[in-house]
């Protein structure tokens, strides 16, 4: 089933558009280097999930950590200037991860990974994917 937009009746769909369309980016942090990733979640598996995940979300503690050495640790990601180093950094590795949490979550919610026909049923088949963790710096 689909709405005016020719999206499906997933509410994650308009989401995860946007995330195929992103370029990949290469950043540097106090953990090393990192690539945001470009894959729809929806197409990759539950370990793809989870690893690239887990390094988000290391390269995400690093990113704050950096923002509080430099002073600007109680700043708010609202408050950020959009065309800073720093935010675009800050912004496209906690969306990347995000993304990835949303797809987890949606899969946990439905039992499964996702598979849509080609008439655009979505179906629900193997394993949920595990836990994710949430954070690596105290």
Known sequence: ????????????????????????????????????????????TNGELQK????????????????????RGMERPMDMKPDDPMTVKYRAINDRASALRDEAEYRNKMGGRRVESPDGRVKFVGK???????????
């Not at 988000?56 to 950590?65: E, F, I, K, P």
């Open 1 to 44: 089933m689909k709405d005016a937009q020719g999206h499906g009746s997933d509410p994650h769909a308009a989401h995860q558009e946007g995330v195929e369309k992103q370029v990949p980016r290469r950043f540097n942090t106090l953990a090393g280097g990192v690539t945001v990733g470009t894959k729809d979640p929806s197409q990759m």
């Open 52 to 71: 690239e995940h887990e390094n988000l979300t290391m390269h995400g503690s690093a990113v704050g950590r950096e923002l509080i050495n430099m002073g």
């Open 128 to 138: 949920q994917p595990g836990r994710l963790k949430s954070g690596y710096f105290p």
